[in-house]
């Protein structure tokens, strides 16, 4: 089992739509969590932090749940320039340093 | 100018040939890491260096070695790659801060071992 699981998708959707994605990880002593935007054959650029009070930017909200082990982004009214690969992301500095990244959902907005 | 830089940006190689991954930085960063990235499996820690005496193996760190020059400078080489090494690699830096670890990308190297 991976430490890191998500979604592979695709999600297809309408511009103006919602859409959520769900991330779950195995390791419970994680202590960091992010997620992270992949347009095609580009790097990875962080989109946000995901805090345990759960944070809001703009169109995008994160939600971290330390019980259930799993984080979530949801974007609110789509723009077609959200397609892209959304990178679920979680760290931790005990018993070693460790990142690790999911493989990703593909994600497209159409008109 | 980009923070992150890597050379070269595309390499095509034979199988057994010595390759060097560059990597350079603006962003006065400690941290700096190496991943590879391959279709369905995410990116994944070849080696990361906390400072310029600091190095440290990743998950899967066989088949490279590092070399960290300086601060700003972190050298992936594969010392005879094979085609199971075609991928995308990154480097990655980010600042020490505890726990939190938000990491900045270069733009990527895409290797191919034929």
């Known amino acids: 089992r991976k430490e890191v699981e998500q979604d592979p998708g695709p999600f297809n959707v309408p511009e103006g739509a919602t859409v959520a994605f769900n991330c779950t990880y195995s390791n419970s002593a994680s202590q960091s969590f992010f997620w992270y935007r992949q347009d095609c054959r580009k790097e990875p650029k962080l989109l946000m932090s995901?805090?345990?009070s759960g944070n809001e930017d703009g169109r995008f909200t994160a939600q971290l749940n330390r019980a259930s082990q799993y984080i979530s982004l949801l974007i609110r009214d789509s723009k077609l320039s959200d397609s892209a690969t959304y990178l679920c992301?979680?760290?931790?500095?005990?018993?070693?340093?460790?990142?690790?990244f999911g493989a990703g959902t593909r994600l497209f907005v159409k008109a | 100018d980009a923070d992150v830089t890597q050379t070269p940006r595309n390499r095509i190689t034979k199988t057994g040939k010595r390759i060097m991954l560059e990597c350079s930085q603006t962003?006065?960063?400690?941290?700096m890491y190496w991943y590879r990235q391959d279709p369905g499996l995410g990116l994944r820690l070849i080696y990361y260096s906390f400072d310029v005496k600091d190095i440290n193996k990743g998950e899967i760190s066989d088949g490279y070695s590092v070399s960290r020059q300086a601060q700003a400078k972190f050298s992936l080489s594969l010392e005879s790659a094979i085609p199971n090494q075609t991928a995308l690699y990154f480097c990655?830096?980010?600042?020490?801060?505890?726990?939190?670890?938000?990491?900045?990308f270069g733009p990527g190297t895409r290797l191919t071992v034929l």
């Open positions: 962003k006065g960063h400690d941290r």
């Open positions: 992301v979680v760290s931790r500095n005990t018993g070693g340093f460790k990142t690790i």
């Open positions: 990655a830096t980010s600042e020490r801060r505890g726990g939190y670890n938000e990491q900045f």
């Open positions: 995901v805090y345990s």
